[in-house]
């Protein structure tokens, strides 16, 4: 079952983990695109909030980085034609060039910092930590609709925060992740604490909880 909001003309809906739609201008953008059945050889059993057959035609798709549970590669196949693009940390392009032009139309690789415009989407990139193996994840923060919009991806917290709030125009919305996953004692993801300090800092006008764990 999705979950959505709407916000000045943005509707996001969260869909799985970091997977989400972001609709508006009549254009879809879909985030951290994953549909798989299984993680590490183990069952997942929450599926996504829209089975990938039911989604509507996807404009782009805003990848923070390439692992499998966040980059589904058949699924983009799937839902890709010659008009998607692809925009992504730096590796994304050529991650994506099995896919063909015939199912993708660009990719536009970003690194912190970096912007690109799609259609009625502007993204910036941001530095993030997460964990290996490279390439790294970037956040994006997105304008569209006068909103400006955080994507957290996967991230852990660390100092990406403060710049983020010092260097970039204040957050509206921030899409943040709360699994607070361990390993082997490392944090990888936010905690929900985490995921409060990252509010303290931003500041922004609504917070969702993202990639549950």
Not at 40 to 46: A, D, E, W
């Amino acid at each position: 079952m999705s979950a959505a909001v709407s916000v000045n003309g943005v509707r996001i809906t969260l869909l799985r983990t970091s997977c989400l739609l972001i609709e508006h201008a009549g254009r879809v953008a879909i985030t951290d695109p994953w549909f798989g059945r299984t993680m590490r050889g183990l069952p997942v059993f929450r599926r996504p909030g829209i089975a990938l057959g039911e989604l509507p035609r996807i404009d782009y798709v805003f990848a923070s980085h390439l692992h499998r549970d966040h980059f589904d590669r058949g699924a983009v196949s799937r839902f890709g034609h010659p008009d998607l693009e692809i925009v992504g940390t730096r590796g994304t392009a050529e991650h994506c060039a099995p896919l063909g032009s015939t199912r993708v139309r660009a990719v536009h690789d970003l690194g912190p910092w970096e912007s690109r415009e799609v259609g009625p989407f502007r993204l910036t990139a941001t530095p993030c930590e997460h964990t290996g193996p490279p390439p790294a994840e970037v956040n994006f923060v997105i304008g569209c609709g006068g909103l400006t919009v955080f994507f957290g991806g996967d991230c852990r917290f660390s100092d990406a925060f403060a710049q983020i709030a010092a260097r970039l125009p204040p957050i509206d919305v921030a899409l943040l992740p709360i699994g607070g996953t361990l390993i082997f004692g490392h944090r990888t993801t936010m905690s929900p604490r985490d995921a409060v300090e990252a509010c303290r800092i931003l500041k922004p006008r609504w917070a969702i909880p993202i990639h549950e764990g």
